[in-house]
């Protein structure tokens, strides 16, 4: 052992450690099951508090506990098979439908646009164009033309989620950078093994992007339509209750409806978790 | 025919003509720029070229040309008795970054050149051959490995792999590892000599580093810019192997300087 030769007095009582504590503002340092739980009360207490007070009338907000009362019996209709659950089912069809369909569309698209330059050149223009008009505006056309079935649902809800999967495919598509494409031309690949081998994988990333978004849309577009054009569906029941004044009713038809949409994006995410397994994840984590 | 009696030790490789340029210009439409002028270069089997210059002066189009990935204006260029006119599979091809692809073990990556060129069977069967390459580089154990768990080195050590891995008859190198520290890259330039040398192999590198152009060249090929041409090609007459100890010897302290002032009356035309 080499003994260091120090200028400082060598018995114990002198000798200072370097030990000292980084100080992390309390915010930062509470636990996320904490957190979550005490948003969640302050919520739950502000509602509770301006509906005891009276501050509002009961008809445009229920108590916390009607709306409670209320997703229970919405829940027993449910689990029991009532004729709230065939609205479910038919609103979840249009959803599933909807968003095979656009996927479908938007990944063609997405190619067409990203990998070939009259797809950029002439057709992203118009995309663009018709992803600024408010696409909900357009579901009495799908009605007219589509009728009050499922069908005019099905589009309208497709139509919004079209959009987000085209512009993320071919985002996609371009994310492949210099490297990769001078590689793929000494090997002397197609234009198509290019494509398949390197480009969609590498652009998977952005292609499950424009996924996750369409999964938003296509519920908002299953929603929107049933509200403009009828139907049996969920967003049917919710305007019925709104129309009766029934707002306990309509708070807890959106929270289950809620649970449909965050299942969708979930089977989204989890998809991707495993086709592209090599992704980091970015967003979720805050421990910075 | 080993790496010894390719050279005499003078700097001259004598093998046989691998690769040959003549006359060689490019110069680009767009903008009327002369990217290259009358570059004529000879690389034998076995030696180890490389080129060093200013931005500008061509070599980039150089590689581009020899890579078969853009056509010359004028000139011939030939690799094994043919012309090349396209990418073809006797040229192997390593760049900067790695460029491995993450959804492929190492090994995968590795047989990717034959997966494009043969298909799915054949790269299969070339799996052996992405071992042995993985072991001669001293990435025995990491064949299922993924690229996101490899370091810079390691990937670039896994490059060199599925550059070798179609037997390709020169080996172009654009600046293979200028995004590595300097430790690691003065180690990785003498894995590329040892494997240069345990293949015979007859490479072409680009750099902008002088030290790591003479530790590993025969000849170092001088650049000028507007328009691109040599100004002199430079034997380098070390023995080989050669070691990192030599970048502190006289001798090659005297041709980096002469280098370097070739490069620096470069700079002021």
């Known amino acids: 052992m080499t003994e260091f030769q120090t200028n400082h007095p060598t018995d114990e009582e002198t000798v200072q450690e370097t030990v000292w504590e980084q100080e992390v503002a309390f915010i930062d340092s509470v636990p996320r099951s904490v957190a979550m739980t005490f948003v969640f009360v302050v919520f739950i207490g502000t509602w509770q508090l301006v509906t005891a007070l009276g501050m509002v009338s009961p008809i445009i907000l229920p108590t916390p506990m009607e709306t409670f009362k209320d997703m229970i ?27 095979a369909l656009a996927i479908a569309i938007g990944f063609s698209l997405g190619v067409l646009v990203g990998e070939t330059a009259f797809g950029e050149k002439a057709v992203m223009p118009y995309l663009v164009a018709i992803d600024t008009m408010p696409k909900v505006a357009f579901a009495p056309l799908f009605v007219a033309w589509l009728g009050f079935g499922i069908e005019s649902k099905v589009a309208l809800a497709a139509f919004i989620a079209t959009f987000p999967i085209v512009v993320g495919t071919a985002a996609g598509l371009h994310a492949a950078d210099e490297n990769a494409r001078m590689l793929f031309k000494t090997m002397g690949a197609s234009r198509m ?31 929107t339509g049933e509200f403009l054009g009828g139907g049996k569906g969920f967003g049917e029941l919710i305007r019925v209750a709104a129309s009766q004044l029934n707002t306990p009713r309509v708070f807890s038809l959106i929270l289950y409806l809620s649970v449909v949409g965050l299942v969708l ?8 978790r495993r086709v592209v397994f090599w992704q980091k994840e970015t967003v979720g984590s805050y421990d910075g | 025919m080993t790496s010894a009696a390719a050279h005499d030790y003078s700097g001259v490789p004598q093998g046989a003509p691998v690769y040959e340029l003549t006359n060689v210009s490019k110069t680009y439409a767009r903008n009327q720029v002369v990217a290259l002028q009358d570059v004529s270069l000879t690389l034998r089997k076995g030696s180890f070229t490389s080129v060093i210059g200013s931005s500008g002066c061509g070599k980039s189009t150089l590689l581009k040309i020899m890579a078969g990935l853009i056509p010359p204006t004028k000139g011939r260029v030939i690799l094994q008795n043919k012309p090349v006119t396209g990418p073809r599979r006797d040229i192997g091809m390593m760049f900067q970054q790695a460029t491995l692809f993450p959804w492929k073990t190492a090994a995968e990556n590795i047989v990717l050149p034959i997966e494009i060129r043969d298909g799915k069977a054949a790269a299969k069967k070339a799996m052996e051959a992405a071992h042995d390459l993985l072991e001669m580089v001293g990435l025995k154990g990491f064949e299922d490995v993924y690229p996101n768990e490899l370091s810079g080195g390691m990937a670039q050590r896994a490059s060199i792999c599925r550059m070798l891995i179609t037997e390709p008859a020169v080996l172009l190198l654009d600046e293979p590892f200028s995004a590595l520290d300097e430790l690691s890259r003065d180690l990785m330039n003498m894995e590329l000599q040892r494997i240069c040398r345990e293949q015979n192999a007859t490479a072409f590198l680009v750099t902008h580093s002088i030290q790591e152009a003479v530790i590993l060249s025969d000849d170092i090929v001088v650049m000028k810019p507007r328009p691109g041409r040599i100004a002199e090609v430079v034997p380098v007459d070390l023995p080989r192997p050669r070691t990192l100890d030599m970048m502190t010897t006289q001798k090659f302290g005297e041709i980096v300087d002469r280098i370097r002032a070739m490069l620096d009356k470069g700079e002021d035309m």
């Open chain 1, 73 to 99: 019996f919405v829940g027993q209709n449910l689990l029991t098979g009532g004729y709230m659950l065939d609205s479910l089912w038919i609103t979840i069809l249009e959803v599933i439908y909807g968003f």
């Open chain 1, 193 to 223: 093994q290019t494509l398949i081998k390197m480009k969609l994988p590498t652009g998977l990333p952005q292609i499950f992007t424009g996924l996750k978004i369409g999964a938003v849309g296509v519920m908002a577009g299953a929603i």
């Open chain 1, 265 to 272: 994006y979930l089977i989204v995410q989890w998809t991707q």
